[in-house]
């Protein structure tokens, strides 16, 4: 049973424009989100997180926003770029779920075009 | 260097072979989680160690998989009688404390013949 949930495989985008990645989850004990970068052959690598107590996080080019009544969130990349180009994975962990891993989404491969 | 480091970085076996995997995690980290990547799937949570507690075993998909953390540090993850359904790519990861980011070694990857 898949609780944190990709729905778009891929995505292409012009550079300079905003790449919007979606994450759906259903488990409501979730408290804490994270994105992921994987490129091949390498492990993925953290991007940003979020905590439930917030709705919005920064960083740079990256945004993640949270909307916990709809349990959804996304990853905003602006402006993209070409080295942006891809796969993004959406994972979840929650401290009263009684499980101590990250659960994963199945991932979004981006493509930026010059 | 200072990440997550895993080996080997590729491994080919006949089924029915034992593998061992090895996972040494950013030194000082008190957590270190084994993954699977299957092809087209997301990560799938394997095992999990925290300090000197027993590990959570909860996603070990058969008893052909054990690990061991010995002294802390390095993990290997071993698989008895592969199959070919073992065919994935393993990932190890490790963080500072649980419900941290947890930063990920760029996997093993086994194929079985």
């Known amino acids: 049973d898949q609780q944190v949930k990709q729905n778009s495989p891929s995505l292409s985008v012009q550079e300079g424009r905003i790449s919007i990645l979606n994450c759906d989850y259903t488990n409501s004990m979730f408290d804490y989100f994270l994105w992921y970068k994987k490129y091949p052959a390498e492990g993925p690598t953290f991007l940003i997180s979020i905590s439930s107590i917030k709705d919005k996080n920064e960083d740079g080019r990256f945004t993640v926003f949270l909307n916990k009544s709809a349990k959804h969130l996304s990853l905003h990349i602006v402006p993209s770029q070409p080295g942006d180009s891809a796969v993004y994975f959406c994972a979840a962990s929650g401290t009263r779920t009684g499980a101590n891993n990250l659960f994963f989404g199945t991932g979004t491969r981006l493509t930026v075009i010059p | 260097g200072a990440g997550v480091s895993q080996s080997p970085s590729n491994k080919v076996t006949e089924k029915g072979k034992d593998v061992e995997l090895r996972c040494d995690p950013i030194?000082?980290?008190?957590?270190l989680y084994w993954y699977r990547q299957s092809l087209g799937q997301g990560l799938e949570f394997l095992i999990y160690?925290?300090?000197?507690?027993?590990?959570?075993k909860s996603g070990l998909p058969s008893d052909r998989f054990s690990a061991e953390r010995t002294g802390g540090s390095v993990s290997t993850l071993t698989i008895q009688r592969t199959q070919q359904e073992d065919s994935a790519v393993y990932l190890c990861a490790s963080s500072d404390t649980s419900n941290q980011p947890q930063h990920f070694g760029d996997g093993t990857r086994l194929s079985i013949l």
């Open positions: 160690f925290q300090g000197n507690s027993a590990p959570d």
């Open positions: 030194s000082g980290h008190t957590a």
